[in-house]
C-alpha cells in the first residue's frame, strides 16, 4: 500500500499551477474598480504580487490639479473695474505737464467769458435803445469831428495870419470863454435839457446823483448846474447827517432835485434813458425822472475857483 501511494504526490504542484492563471482575471476586475475599494488581498505569493500591480490612474488627477492655473478673481462691478485701473495713480511728467497747460487754458475761457458777460448789458435791450445808443456814438464821433476841423483851423489861420501875434490873441481870448465854462467861473447857454428828479420817498442819494453826474457827462455835457450849484471837476457830494437831502460841494439842495444841463439833446436824453441806466434805477426807488430837450438852456450859477495848493504847472 505505501508504494502506490508514492506516484500521487507530485500532484500538488499541478493544483498551484492551476491556481496561477486565476491571477490575470483578478488583475483585470481590479482595473474595472477604483483602487480605494479594492481590497487587499490577505496571502498572495510574490508572483501574483508582480502580477498585479497598480497602475497610476489616482495619480493623474493630481498632477493635473497641481498643473492647472489658479483662477483669480475679477471684480464684477464696474465701479470697482474702474477704481482698480485709476488707482493708484501713475502720473508721468508729459501727462502733468498736459494737465497743467489745460488747466490754464480753462481758467483763461473762464475770466474772459466773464469779463464779456460784465460788459453785454445791451444784450437784452430793445431795437429802439439800440438804435438810440447807436445815435448818440454817432454823435459823439460828430462832435469831436468837429472839435478836430476847428483846432485844425485855428491852426492854419495862425500859420497864414500875417498878424500873428493880433490872431494868437483873439484865439487865446475864445480859448479863456470855453475853459471858463468848463470851470464854471463863465455862464454857459445853448441846447440842452432840463432834467428833474422828484422824489416824495427821501431815497435819492448823494450816490445816485453823481451816477445821474457821470451818465450826462459821459455823453458830453458841457456845463450843468442842479438847483443852483454850478458843477464843475471838483463837484463833491454827501448826503445829509438829518438824513434829508444832499450836500453838494458843501451846500444843502433838497428835492425836486433840477439838473439844467448844456449839450446835444439828441445824445443826453437817450443815455439816461438806456436799460439799467439813471431813469430805470430811479424809478426802482420810488423816484420819478422827467427830461424835457430845449432849443436854450441857460446855466448861470456860478462856482468860486479855489486856488491849487499842490498842483503847479510842469516845466516844459
Known amino acids: 500500500m505505501s508504494e502506490e501511494k508514492k506516484p500521487q504526490e507530485p500532484e500538488q504542484p499541478r493544483e498551484a499551477e492551476a491556481e496561477e492563471p ?5 488583475a483585470e476586475r481590479s482595473e474595472d474598480v477604483e483602487p480605494e475599494a479594492v481590497p487587499e488581498p490577505e496571502s498572495v505569493e510574490p508572483a501574483a504580487e508582480a502580477a ?11 498632477t493635473a ?63 429802439e435803445d439800440l438804435v438810440r445808443i447807436l445815435d448818440e456814438l454817432d454823435g459823439r464821433q460828430q462832435r469831436l469831428q468837429f472839435e478836430k476841423t476847428q483846432l485844425e483851423q485855428s491852426l492854419a489861420q495862425l500859420e497864414n495870419s500875417s498878424n500873428q501875434a493880433k490872431e494868437a490873441q483873439e484865439q487865446t481870448r475864445k480859448r479863456a470863454a470855453e475853459l471858463g465854462v468848463l470851470a464854471g467861473t463863465e455862464k454857459a447857454a445853448g441846447p440842452g435839457i432840463v432834467l428833474t428828479i422828484d422824489d416824495p420817498q427821501g431815497q435819492v442819494k448823494a450816490d445816485m446823483l453823481l451816477d445821474t453826474l457821470q451818465e450826462l457827462r459821459a455823453a458830453g455835457a458841457e456845463a450843468i448846474q442842479i438847483n443852483d450849484v454850478r458843477v ?32 446835444n ?52
Open 65 to 127: 490639479r497641481q498643473s492647472a492655473p489658479i483662477p483669480v478673481a475679477l471684480p464684477s462691478d464696474g465701479r470697482e473695474r474702474l477704481r482698480a485701473a485709476l488707482w493708484p495713480p501713475r502720473v508721468s511728467r508729459g501727462q502733468l505737464v498736459v494737465a497743467l497747460l489745460l488747466f490754464a487754458l480753462g481758467l483763461a475761457l473762464a475770466i474772459q467769458v466773464r469779463s464779456t458777460n460784465d460788459h453785454s448789458q445791451l444784450r437784452g435791450a430793445r431795437q
Open 232 to 263: 464843475v471837476a471838483g463837484t463833491y457830494f454827501t448826503d445829509n447827517a438829518s438824513g434829508g437831502g444832499v450836500r453838494i460841494d458843501g451846500k444843502s439842495v433838497s428835492q425836486p432835485f433840477r439838473f439844467t444841463v448844456v449839450g
Open 52 to 62: 498585479v500591480e497598480p497602475e497610476p490612474v489616482a495619480e493623474e488627477p493630481v
Open 22 to 26: 486565476k491571477a490575470p482575471e483578478e
Open 265 to 316: 439833446p439828441q445824445d443826453l436824453t437817450p443815455a439816461l434813458n438806456i436799460p439799467g441806466g439813471v431813469v430805470r434805477s430811479l424809478e426802482k426807488q420810488q423816484a420819478r425822472a422827467t427830461i424835457v430837450q430845449q432849443q436854450k438852456v441857460v446855466v448861470d450859477a456860478l462856482a468860486t475857483p479855489r486856488p491849487l495848493q499842490y498842483g503847479k504847472p510842469a516845466a516844459k
